[in-house]
Every structure is written in structure tokens, then in C-alpha cells.
RNA sequence: CGGGAGGUAGUUCAGCCCGGUAGAAUACCUGGUUUGGGACCAGGGGGUCGCAGGUUCGAAUCCUGUCCUCCCGACCA
């Protein structure tokens, strides 16, 4: 016994805790709302990281860094955005400290306070649409297709591990665009960017749509974004990308001469996805023994476990152990060979299970003599022994035949979820039984969101994309409706 | 930010009500036996009791303040 595991059943709240913690994957810091993101769990953040960062250069995106600090002015020239971010805002105020002379140990030295304060970054869209500015002046600067790996910082009343951390870490993505056109394809070029790495990469399903305009992003015309499932049937918003219109080029003046010679301000847009999808990634598949983790961007796709007695068997172990992995790694498989004395078998098969490691791989004297290996998956659980022989290739197909499996089973999950409501009592009742997406009709008012929402707790999660339209009416208010809208109680 | 719970060894926790110089399990170290689902025996090391004040001859224990975490709520791309 060691690592206990809260059960879903039990607490989900806790379940996921249990999981970010004992898995690895980070800790709580002595800093409120901040945490520490542990090698296991940045391992896991970098595969993410790197395969997102290929799929925005291979659109033809590249890579930038702004400033940390945002001067205070900067937030308020659009009204919006200001709207949206001034209430969770950190505020550099002074740039020295200084030991109190009344000997209280070290203090802000009041004569060191900044001219202007600096606001550190929420979000990036002031800093870098001020740089614009200067970058841009005639169509043949655009379209300007810009990325950037940083931390903001957003001042959250209540955080969790991943899902909402006070500081985080993310990706921005900076576009500015001739036409409207040009940057409306943008946006939604990068929704499908986003929902083809959710799917194919973390192998959990997202429906892709639009906000209503109550849950847009703070200056946006416009906010795409992807919905994902989660075990206990609330959603959470994976990723957002939004057609930014001319706003922040009106808030910042930048404008361009187009080809007949007149300046017209630029169209934009942003994109982002944070180390929230790790939050998503444990919620989706996990289950009461640990974190299973999909092969893409498992930081470890295969454990080998040696079982022997004595240093003979280990020797002989170590030497097949060695050509396996030769083997596995030439496949470009990320393959770990644990042969630390200290712990048992048993354990590091606990402790693997819990850390989500695809594929198990146990090797033993006996069945070196039979030239086969114990081959244990971590989605489903199964063993099966198998030859030694071709091993490699067997093991490269199992962990396509997870990452499909894990995928289809979610997909499968969140499917069910998905419930039309045609009156409110049964929308009430399947919000609170059943939870997952409810389908129903919606008059397009902020005001019945509201009142739904006071009711339920639940939101608008999207308008999908590619929604089939259909008459009907708007399941509070009766008022009519041209098509169905998710809701959802999220996170 | 409001309500509730908590912070004692690396970890999980007991001790606190009723003040008297800190304990268990597990982990760790040494040696040995072990190794196919979280091993066993023997010996050993490890804690300014979150932090800062106060009361007291004496504080993990009582009082005040403060920091951090969890749960619920309000808030929130």
C-alpha cells in the first residue's frame, strides 16, 4: 500500500486532485493559485507543446516573445478588453526594495514607485498590437502570422491544479490580415488546428463552434472554440480562437495602404490553448488506478519491468532488455527500462498504472526461456503474452491501437451525452441526472442565457459549427428559434 | 472575497479538549533473505509541530495576527 487513490464515485473533485498529485504531473507552490509543474508533468506539456508548435509553422505561423509587462495605459485603449481583464489584474507598482530602517526586514521602498504601473500580461493583445503598429504599413506586411510561447497571469478568486491556475502557461497566436475575410478563415483555420490536436494527439473529442456573445472573448467580433467532455458530464472549453474585427487595430491605429493606395485599418485575430489541456487530457480517459495517458504524447509510450532472481537472470535480462529497446527506439518509441532493485515488480506495475503509462512491457527469466514477454495495456487493462520475436512491431501497432481505442471510447462517451431537451422540466431534469450537452432551442437573447443559467448553472458552451437548422422554440421562453445550441454545466 | 475544514518526520495521520520538552504507519539508510500485482527480518537516521507575536516557570496544545491548501458559494476567455 502507498498511494491511495480517491475513486471518481467517490469524490471527482478529489479523484482529480489525487491524480495531478500522486501522478506526478505537479504540486501546490507556496504561492497562492500558483503551482509547480513537475518533470513528468512537463514532459507530458512539451510533447503537446512541440506537436502544436509544428502544426502552427506547417500554417505558415512563426514564432515571437513580447514583453512580460504591459504598461497600465495600454489595457484601457480598447473597451472592451479593459472590461473583460481589469478585474484580475496583477500590478507592478515599484522597482526597489529596501530593508526597513526600523528594522521590519525588507520592505517596498516608497521613493522607487514606477511613473506608470505595469500590468502583468493576462493576455498579450495590447503589447503586440502597439509593436504592430510600427511593423505594419502596407498590404505587403500582411497577412502577419505570429506565435507566442509564454505565461500570463490572471488574478483567479478559486484555482485547480491545471484547469485554473492563477499563472499558466499557453500559446498566443497574433494574426493581422487585409481583409476580413482573410482573418474570419484564420480563425476558424486554427479552431480546426486546435480540435485536430485535441483529437488526434490527446485523443479527446471536441465539438467545434462558436460563443454566444455573453461568453466572448473581451474584443472580440467573434470567438470560435472547442468544447471537450469530461468524466462527470461537465464540459470544459479546450481552446479558443477569435476574429478580433478592427478593434484592436482602431484602439491602436494600425493601419495599411492597400494596393489602390488608401489606408485601411487591419484585421486580426488571436488563438490560444493553455496547460489547461493537461487538466482536460487527466479528466477524459483517467480512471481509479491512475492517469491513462494517450501513446502520442505519452512522455513514456513503454515501461519494461524486469523479474528475476538473482544477478545471473538480471544479466541476461538486461541483454535482451537492451536489444528490445534498441529495437523500440529505432521506431522512434519512447521506451523506459526500469530496473531500480529497490522496488518490486508489483509496485512498479502500481506505480506505472498510476503514472498512465501506455504499454507494459514484463520480462522474466521464464519467459526468456520461451522467448516471449508479458505485454500489459493501460487503457484497457488487458495482458497477453507474446513473442519476443517482431516485439517492436507489435508494440508500434498496440500503441496506434490505443491512441484509436482511447479516442473512439471517449468519442463514444461524449456522443451519449449529448441529449435534446424539447421542455424545460426535462432540461432541468437531465441537467442534474444525466449532465453531458443538452440540445435545445434557444431565442438568442442574453437575457434568457442569463436566467438559464441563474436557474442552472448551466451555459452556452457553443453554437456548433455546421449546426443543422431546424424551427422551434426557445426552451425557456418560448419565443421562436432557428436552431439548437449546446448547454452545459462546465468548468 | 464570504462560509466550513485543514497545516505535526519525505508521505498519510495520531497527540491539542484537560500546557510538562513529540509518536505510529509508510518512505529513507545499513546488512541479510527476496523479486510473475504495491516483500520480509534485524538495526539505524530524520520533525525550529506553517510562520510571527502574546499568555505562562513551561506552548504542538491556550490567545491574536498572518501565509498556504482543500470543499461549498460569489466571481471568472
Given at each position: 500500500m502507498s498511494k491511495e487513490i480517491t475513486s471518481r464515485a467517490a469524490d471527482y473533485s478529489q479523484w482529480y486532485n489525487d491524480l495531478v498529485l500522486k501522478g506526478g504531473l505537479a504540486d501546490y507552490s507556496a504561492v497562492r493559485g500558483c503551482m509547480v509543474i513537475k518533470p513528468y508533468g512537463f514532459a507530458l506539456w512539451e510533447n503537446m507543446r512541440d506537436a502544436l508548435d509544428k502544426m502552427f509553422k506547417d500554417t505558415g505561423h512563426v514564432n515571437a516573445y513580447f514583453p512580460l509587462f504591459i504598461p497600465k495605459s495600454f489595457l484601457s485603449k480598447e473597451a472592451a478588453h479593459v472590461e473583460g481583464f481589469a478585474k484580475e489584474c496583477a500590478v507592478v507598482t515599484h522597482y526597489r526594495l529596501k530593508n526597513d530602517p526600523g528594522g521590519a526586514g525588507l520592505v517596498v521602498d516608497p521613493e522607487a514607485k514606477l511613473e506608470e504601473e505595469l500590468i502583468?500580461?493576462?493576455?498579450s493583445e495590447t503589447i503586440i498590437w502597439n509593436t504592430y503598429k510600427d511593423w505594419i504599413q502596407s498590404h505587403r506586411d500582411l497577412p502577419l502570422l505570429i506565435n507566442q510561447w509564454a505565461n500570463v497571469v490572471r488574478w483567479e478568486m478559486r484555482t485547480r491544479l491545471f484547469?485554473?491556475?492563477?499563472e499558466f502557461l499557453w500559446q498566443e497566436g497574433h494574426t493581422a490580415h487585409a481583409t476580413r475575410e482573410e482573418a474570419i478563415i484564420e480563425a476558424e483555420k486554427m479552431l480546426e488546428v486546435y480540435a485536430t490536436f485535441a483529437e488526434e494527439f490527446m485523443a479527446v473529442p471536441v465539438i467545434r463552434g462558436v460563443k454566444t456573445a455573453s461568453e466572448?472573448?473581451?474584443?472580440?467580433e467573434e470567438t470560435y472554440c472547442i468544447e471537450a467532455m469530461m468524466q462527470d458530464g461537465k464540459a470544459l472549453q479546450a481552446g479558443t480562437s477569435h476574429f478580433l474585427g478592427q478593434n484592436f487595430a482602431k484602439a491602436f491605429d494600425v493601419k495599411f495602404s492597400n494596393r489602390e493606395n488608401q489606408l485601411e485599418y487591419v484585421w486580426a485575430t488571436s488563438w490560444g490553448v493553455s496547460t489547461r489541456l493537461v487538466g482536460a487530457l487527466v479528466m477524459a480517459h483517467s480512471d481509479d488506478s491512475g492517469l491513462i495517458l494517450p501513446?502520442?504524447?505519452?512522455?513514456?509510450?513503454v515501461v519494461i519491468v524486469p523479474i528475476y532472481k538473482g544477478e545471473d537472470q538480471k544479466k541476461l535480462i538486461d541483454d535482451k532488455v537492451k536489444a528490445i529497446t534498441d529495437e523500440l527506439k529505432a521506431l522512434g518509441i519512447r521506451v523506459k527500462y526500469d530496473?531500480?532493485?529497490?522496488?518490486r515488480p508489483g509496485w512498479k506495475f502500481a506505480e506505472y498504472e498510476l503514472k498512465g503509462v501506455p504499454v507494459r512491457l514484463a520480462i522474466g527469466a521464464r519467459d526468456l526461456e520461451q522467448g516471449v514477454v508479458e505485454v500489459a495495456r493501460r487503457d484497457t487493462k488487458e495482458k497477453n503474452v507474446v513473442k519476443l520475436e517482431g516485439i517492436s512491431g507489435y508494440v508500434a501497432q498496440l500503441l496506434e491501437e490505443i491512441q484509436t481505442y482511447m479516442y473512439n471510447k471517449a468519442k463514444a462517451f461524449r456522443d451519449e451525452r449529448i441529449t435534446p431537451a424539447d421542455h424545460w422540466d426535462e432540461f432541468v431534469r437531465l441537467l442534474d441526472e444525466k449532465g453531458g450537452f443538452i440540445a435545445a432551442h434557444w431565442d438568442g437573447t442574453a437575457a434568457t442565457e442569463e436566467a438559464i443559467k441563474e436557474k442552472?448553472?448551466?451555459?452556452?458552451?457553443c453554437i456548433p459549427l455546421q449546426n443543422t437548422k431546424e424551427e422551434g422554440k426557445c426552451i425557456f421562453s418560448g419565443a421562436p428559434s432557428t436552431q439548437r445550441v449546446l448547454f452545459a454545466r462546465a468548468y
Open positions: 502583468v500580461r493576462p493576455t484547469l485554473r491556475t492563477a466572448r472573448f473581451a474584443g472580440a501513446p502520442r504524447i505519452a512522455p513514456w509510450q530496473d531500480n532493485d529497490n522496488a442552472t448553472k448551466a451555459t452556452i458552451r
